[in-house]
T-cell receptor, first 114, second 114 residues
């Protein structure tokens, strides 16, 4: 196990609703990255937080937003949910925000949008 | 942009055989490469990584080979075991990025028959 935890495990929402997903990073890590994994695909980078600041962002619309807290845990918020947002949402923690730090993944949150 | 692909979507082997999983990447500026294993219902698990200044790296039962000339990466698993059955992803980080944005391939399903 990596020590990265995510909650909830599963979630069902309807279109237009908002959702918040949570991630606790591995002890000693100050960086959290979020990925979206559609069924049968590889994970897609959403954004990364380093020491409470957004450190980089992928090609996701502004309705995907995040936070990182002083204890380095993180939240992913998605507003105005769409059917295509149904996916496994993964967070990964890494040591210190560097591009080549190993990223350790949590088990993911399975989001279903009806 | 970066794209990462795999030559074979599925690979079926007998227990004890050696397995080779291939990956092609498009961005010649990629300088950090990682293999992850993802079992059903779990997040990706780090296996091994390699930097662009190397062409081979070995771990326990695994070897990663990097051919920068043809932009190709492979993962070799020795004496494959049923517990190795999973989806395997390669991921790359483009050179020049200051943060760890992993670009993943689609994945190869490895099935090991006892």
């Amino acid at each position: 196990e990596t020590g990265v935890t995510q909650s909830p495990t599963h979630l069902i929402k309807t279109r237009g609703q908002q959702v918040t997903l949570r991630c606790s990073s591995q002890s000693g890590h100050n960086t959290v990255s979020w990925y979206q994994q559609a069924l049968g695909q590889g994970p897609q980078f959403i954004f990364q937080y380093y020491r409470e600041e957004e450190n980089g962002r992928g090609n996701f619309p502004p309705r995907f937003s995040g936070l990182q807290f002083p204890n380095y845990s993180s939240e992913l918020n998605v507003n105005a949910l769409e059917l295509d947002d149904s996916a496994l949402y993964l967070c990964a923690s890494s040591l210190d925000g560097r591009a080549r730090d190993t990223q350790y993944f949590g088990p993911g949150t399975r989001l279903t949008v009806l | 942009g970066e794209s990462v692909g795999l030559h074979l979507p599925t690979l079926s082997v007998q227990e004890g055989d050696n397995s080779i999983i291939n990956c092609a990447y498009s961005n010649s500026a990629s300088d950090y490469f990682i293999w992850y294993k993802q079992e059903s219902g779990k997040g990706p698990q780090f296996i091994i990584d390699i930097r662009s200044n190397m062409d081979k790296r070995q771990g326990q039962r695994v070897t990663v080979l990097l051919n920068k000339t043809v932009k190709h990466l492979s993962l070799q698993i020795a004496a494959t075991q049923p517990g190795d059955s999973a989806v395997y992803f390669c991921a790359v980080v483009a050179g020049g990025t200051s943060y760890g944005k992993l670009t993943f391939g689609q994945g190869t399903i490895l099935t090991v028959h006892p």
